[in-house]
């Protein structure tokens, strides 16, 4: 029986085999830097198409290489049914402190990639949206790294035969070839250091950007400062001398005024 072969996205953004698409990322390496990138900005811009406002990026989110605690997490062996059906997006893993969703989520040539959208700020929502600093931050570069968070279901320790094939795989510790996807995050520091931001829209308008403090077309607005109700009153309440008795006389002659008393 004839084995078929794995089809995956090439670095130009169509699929192909896994060897073509190892090949032709070969060849873009090879090529004068500005032509290389070329080639990549022209198939993120075609991927990413951004509706007008919308507030998303494009990021590769896990790639098969030797992360920061020795492990490799197999892309190919990530399950993405039970995320598909609640594709949650958080902040620094923490499930208290959701930001968005994925729009789509797919294989690539060494790893998984997802369009993230961003939550908006309801109409009647009172005090800080988290969705709209993190969105301010991703917009600027500032926080690029994106993590996977998983359930290990087989771990192994890297075979000789897989080492020679990826030479790199040398320093893990473990390879997990099969897990389940249940979350990513925004982060500030990924586990996996190629696990970034790729493109991100331009949907964040300038007055919210401005409400942060954060920079907005190359001019920095600083934030309306915030009133602290409590000292205000207190502020208020020492300009003014109060005399106790003469406002209980006060009050004692309104209601004898209105026949009460």
Known sequence: MKKTKTMVEGPLGFK?????ARYLESLIKKLPKDKAYSYRKKNLEAEAQFEAGERASVDV????TVDHEKEVVLPDGLNLETYRKNPIVLYQHDDHKPIG???WIKGVLNGLKSKTLYANRPADYQGDF???LVFALVQQSILRGRSIGFIPLVIDQPSPEQIKARPDWANANVIISKSELFEYSVVSIPCN???LQQVVSKGLKASALAALGLTV?????PAKPRIDADKLALEMLERI???PDAVARQVLDL???RGRV
Request: glycine share 4%.
């Open 61 to 64: 989110i896990t790639t098969d």
């Open 16 to 20: 192909t085999t896994e060897e073509t």
């Open 193 to 195: 250091e190629d696990a």
């Open 255 to 257: 209601l004898r005024n």
């Open 101 to 103: 969703k994925s729009l």
């Open 241 to 243: 001398a109060i005399d």
């Open 217 to 221: 077309k190359g001019k920095t607005t």
């Open 130 to 132: 988290l969705p709209d």
